[in-house]
């Protein structure tokens, strides 16, 4: 055929969609099961799907017609994928803390640095942020694996800065003096606790 297919583009834009989806549901499981071989290869799958399709579509066409439109369409939906894949990637990691001689590092979307002297309690809670209620979304993320990270706005709590699965406990609470008080957990509750017990020996609080 001299024209490339317009069933044929449909139909295959849309089973492009129908694995991308596919994909990135697996990448949610392999993100909250820590199978970082898994991880790996299912972006590499987000990635290269959409561009061998575009270098399969852009084959088919004769040389006389212009090519432009197609693989315009096809590299977006491949960014698109890509960008949304790479979200989620960061959403689920789960946050790394680092403590220095003044201050707690937690590193990941969202992340700051908090000084010990705006520190003015530290807390071991034996529930989840589930139990305790999270709340309102006002500016953070929600994705799969009960990850929640960011700005909320709870009812019982206040106005808070989450890193946490909401339905992991228990949860470390740090009360700030100027800012939003922060609750942070794992996956792991041995590794919540192991976290208090190091900040409790090194943060000075009042």
Sequence with gaps: RDLIDKR????????????????LALLGLTIYF????????????????????SVRMSAKMPKTTSRGGI?????????T???VGGLLFYGEKEPVV????????????????????????ISLI?????DLGAGRRTNGYGGFS???????DSPDLGKVLLFVKSGASPTLWIERESQEDIYLNFKDGEKTKALYQELKGVVPVK
């Design 34 to 53: 820590k199978l970082s071989w898994g991880t790996i290869v299912l972006m590499v799958i987000l990635i290269a799907d959409p561009i061998i399709l």
């Design 126 to 130: 034996g529930k989840s942020v589930a």
């Design 146 to 152: 009960e990850s929640l990270k960011g700005h909320f």
């Design 71 to 79: 693989i315009v369409a096809l590299v977006f939906t491949a960014v």
């Design 81 to 83: 994928f890509i960008f």
């Design 8 to 23: 044929e583009l449909s139909k295959a834009a849309g089973n492009l969609m129908f694995r991308a989806a596919l994909t």
């Design 98 to 121: 680092n403590i220095s001689d003044h201050q707690i590092r937690i590193a990941g979307m969202y992340g700051l640095s908090v000084d010990f002297s705006d520190i003015s309690s």
